[in-house]
């Protein structure tokens, strides 16, 4: 078993199915390790964060093979892994994290001290992430995997919510975490922005929270359409009235109690005119807008610290025009970075595994094969309502 194939960066909006070397037991610095498990992929799925990437909007190099939302099943065992065994079905946390340094011992697995040369956190298949090669591919390596792996508890059953489980990876812990930390409870209003698949999980989050109302925000009437079929309010911002004016004819105020980011750095303006043009700051600076005093907003959305393809020369340094005085006057929490996977996602697969969270339906799940993954990402990009999910080995149609 020494082939491998998967998709690979050939530059801006160019992606193509390749072959690949097979994993071995060797990290991205050419050190051998005995922590790790090699994976024949169940299960991959194609990320937005994915797209910032593929449309040459980060520093990634050519060549890079991408993807960091991997399901699998556990086919060689590293010398020191204790609690796995082959044959296992496992979730991988996007996040490759050690376990041991003090970040990750205070759950704070995204920005794991010791997998990353450059910088704290490391994730598959990502720009400046470590070097960890991507998991949109038949096989992957998983290093420090008694840490990092959730095994479900019977095959079987996982198997038949697998279009469920695929998303534990990233995008389901990623908008919970960011639904948790704009305070969501019991009795909430809350206002989503964006209705991708984060937005999307981010809202299936704030219902499993007891939210009262949620409320989602676009400019893709199709992913509007199936927010509004799936039980969720909308706006439409591509629409004159403002965001605050939108949210009072559903609430009788124009403001909520919490605020999510589900949109990131390439956010475009409001309104018929503005939803043209590339704004930024444009989601916060509305946030702050919309959130009644003393309320909290989270932002699982993406921010990159290098953008080439940035509208002004600040942005292109990350540097964005957001009104923290207004924040600040509002005594509004901000809460940001890269979801710590591990810090939910058994409970979540417990959800699912109960049928508490058809998180399946809500991001609209569509599966495609591996070679279909151009395909994917170009349907995704022209906002496509759905979360692409890429299966390799044909397991996901038998299943």
């Not at 309010?233 to 124009?254: H, N, R």
């Not at 589900?262 to 946030?287: K, M």
Request: one cysteine or more; a negative charge.
């Amino acid at each position: 078993m020494s082939s491998n194939r998967g998709v690979v960066y050939l530059g801006q909006n160019k992606v193509e199915v390749q072959s690949i070397d097979y994993p071995k037991m060797i990290d991205p610095r050419g050190r051998s390790i005995g922590h790790g498990v090699i994976l024949k992929v169940v299960s991959t799925n194609i990320c937005g964060s994915d797209q910032h990437m593929v449309r040459g909007r980060t520093t990634a190099e050519v060549g890079l093979v991408l993807g960091h939302e991997i399901t699998g099943e556990v086919i060689e065992v590293g010398r020191d892994v204790e609690t796995l065994k082959v044959g296992d079905l496992v979730s991988v946390p996007f996040n490759v994290a050690c376990g041991r340094c003090q970040t990750c011992k205070e759950q704070h697995t995204g920005v794991c001290l010791n997998v990353n040369p450059s910088r704290a956190g490391g994730a598959y298949g990502y720009v400046d992430m470590g070097g960890w090669i991507g998991g949109q591919a038949e096989y992957v390596l998983v290093p420090y995997a008694d840490f990092n792996l959730l095994k479900f508890p019977d095959r079987d059953r996982a198997m038949e919510k697998i279009r469920d489980l695929t998303c534990l990876s990233d995008i389901l812990p990623t908008g919970y975490h960011g639904a948790v930390m704009a305070g969501v409870k019991p009795g909430s209003t809350v206002y989503i922005a964006g209705a991708g698949p984060v937005g999307m999980a981010a809202a299936a989050s704030a219902r499993l929270l007891g939210a009262a109302c949620t409320i989602v925000g676009d400019m893709n009437e199709a992913r509007l359409a199936h927010a509004r079929a799936v039980g969720f309010e909308t706006v439409d911002l591509s629409k004159d009235a403002t965001l605050g004016e939108q949210i009072a004819q559903i609430l009788g105020t124009p403001e909520v109690d919490c605020a999510v980011d589900c949109v990131g750095f390439e956010a475009r303006g409001h309104g018929s005119h503005g939803s043209q043009e590339e704004a930024p700051a444009t989601v916060l600076n509305s946030l702050m807008d919309i959130t009644r005093v003393a309320g909290s907003i989270g932002i699982p959305g993406l921010y990159v610290t290098d953008d080439p393809g940035a509208v002004d020369p600040a942005a292109k340094r990350g540097s964005l025009s957001i009104r923290f005085g207004l924040g600040w006057a509002k005594s509004h929490s901000f809460h940001t970075g890269q979801t710590p996977v591990l810090k939910y996602n058994r409970n979540l697969m417990q959800a699912i595994l109960f049928d508490r969270l058809p998180i399946a339906d809500v991001v609209n799940v569509s599966v495609i094969s591996l070679d279909d993954a151009p395909r994917g990402y170009h349907e995704f990009d022209g906002g496509a309502p759905r979360k692409f999910v890429l299966d390799p080995h044909g397991l996901l149609k038998a299943a």
